[in-house]
């Protein structure tokens, strides 16, 4: 069994004493084995984070730039390891670990080329002979905690820009899946991050991550996960000064319009429904669907959610892959089962796989109230809710009867109803005829209500919740 180490202020903490077991989903192997730290251990990532933060701050961008540089090029050296490490820990198809992966190399590449966007601005005016100018300055040491369904990808857009700002972060995984922010950590390490500047503590959210998040020294916290988790760590903070950043749950609609490419349209809501089995805050969770195309549609994905192959993630066959956990499971199949009792029709699925692990079918549930609980609830896994409306108006009403407000896609040709869709849809994220799930690196990521924050994730635009912004105005007349 492989033991693979946290990182704080700069030593590899070897799992000796306690320990956290890491378990494949797909065949219920424990194959690795973390150590699940104490308060003594989160206090020393914290002094160092603390001792780190000036000299990082003083650090001229380019240099933090370049940082991110060499380590994108050390994680592309491992990947062979990382890629099957995080298909293992997240139970992921290869071809998923592997563009994960990708995805977050690609990150720290892409904030690499980033450090002229720590900038400012000049004023003339208001008094003759003074000048003001602003600056982007770091806010100190962060904590970024990252969840199980992306265990690569989220660590890497939550250290990619914090570092480039000036800011050492420590890195609470989620327990399921700590080795991916571990190789990302270790990479930074061998990079050449000075000690505190990048770390990795795993432990149960309840000792490490509160012990973490409300350490006074902290300046800054980024969460992704559930809802209620986050509201609950917002609690937590609001009698503090500390920022937050929470990326939360969503309930994700595509309305596919009559006049829409139906095939296309099947293709994309598939592919974002059923990548990570359901199990990602984007995927598209409900389709409302116009009336006169619901068969015909329905056809469609249900052909389509068929031809899916479970099986050995390690296989480039297998294209979807279990659930994390029986737990999630459980949750899964609740919200099948209590749809069912209240007149909703499986279409397909609807049940466990007959494999080793935890494997759901992928399902489709048909004649889906939309007042019910899977048409307004988060399910976090792989459930289609098929709603069926007359017209555009009843789809929109429709699409925003939901707490969350995450992202959303229509399919349609006609523009008219396009841009009256993407307009009225109360979502951080909306898409035209494309996917609820994937988000280019520079777009602003992130969700209202329900979903999240204002602040933002990806893009230029994720730099500010991990600076200050100072003015400064000198006479020179």
């Known amino acids: 069994m492989r033991s693979v180490n946290a990182l704080v202020a700069g030593q590899q903490v070897s799992p000796n004493g306690s320990v956290l077991d890491v378990v494949d989903p797909a065949n219920a192997e424990t194959f690795a084995q ?73 990150t720290f590449r892409y904030y690499a080329g980033l450090a002229g966007a720590l900038d400012g601005r000049s004023f003339d005016g208001g008094t003759p002979g003074f000048t003001t100018v602003t600056r982007q300055e770091p806010i100190g040491p962060t904590v970024a905690i990252t969840p199980w369904n992306v265990p690569a990808a989220s660590p890497a857009r939550k250290l990619a820009p914090a570092l480039l700002a000036g800011n050492p972060m420590i890195v609470k995984p989620a327990s399921a899946t700590p080795i991916s922010a571990w190789h990302m ?57 500390t920022r937050i950043q929470l990326e939360l749950g969503g309930k994700n609609a595509a309305v596919v319009l009559e006049d829409a490419d139906l095939d296309a349209a099947a293709d994309r809501i598939i592919a974002a429904a059923y990548a990570l089995a359901g199990q990602q805050c984007t995927a598209t ?23 899916l192959t479970p099986g050995d993630t390690a296989l480039a066959s297998t294209t979807y892959g279990p659930l994390i956990d029986e737990a999630q499971l459980d949750t899964v199949d609740g919200f099948v ?18 494999l080793e692990g935890t494997w759901y079918a992928p399902t489709i549930v048909a004649d889906v109230a939309q007042d019910s609980e899977l048409a307004r609830e988060e399910v976090f896994g792989p459930v289609l809710a098929v709603l069926s409306v007359a017209d555009v108006d009843e789809a929109i009403a429709v699409l925003n009867d939901t707490p969350y ?3 959303s896609a229509v399919h349609t040709a006609n523009l008219h109803h396009a841009w009256k869709v993407a307009g009225s849809s109360e979502h951080g994220v909306v898409a035209i005829n494309g996917p609820t799930a994937g988000i ?14 204002d602040s933002k994730e990806h893009g230029p635009e994720s730099l500010r919740f991990y600076t200050r912004l100072k003015s400064v105005t000198w006479g020179w007349a």
């Open 34 to 106: 973390v150590p699940a730290l104490d308060v003594e251990a989160v206090t020393r990532a914290v002094d160092a984070a603390a001792a780190a933060a000036p000299g990082w701050a003083a650090t001229p961008p380019q240099a933090r730039a370049a940082l991110l540089a060499r380590t994108a090029d050390l994680l592309d050296a491992r990947a062979e390891q990382a890629i099957d490490d995080l298909r293992r820990e997240g139970g992921k198809p290869r071809a998923e670990a592997a563009g994960e992966w990708g995805k977050s190399v690609a």
């Open 285 to 307: 969770s409900r389709v409302i669907v116009q009336s006169s195309v619901h068969d015909a549609l329905l056809a469609k994905l249900v052909a389509r959610a068929e031809a």
């Open 337 to 354: 089962r209590r749809a069912t009792e209240a007149g909703a029709r499986v279409v397909t699925g609807g049940g466990r796989l007959d």
């Open 185 to 241: 950590v270790d990479a930074l390490r061998e990079a050449g991050a000075p000690d505190g500047v990048a770390q990795t503590v795993s432990g149960s959210g309840r000792v490490v991550g509160n012990a973490l998040a409300l350490d006074p020294r902290i300046a800054a916290v980024s969460f992704t996960g559930s809802t209620s988790v986050g509201l609950d760590l917002k609690h937590a903070l609001s009698h503090t000064l």
């Open 440 to 453: 280019d690196l520079p777009v602003p990521f992130g969700g209202f209500a329900a979903s999240g924050t």
């Open 405 to 407: 407000g995450l992202s």
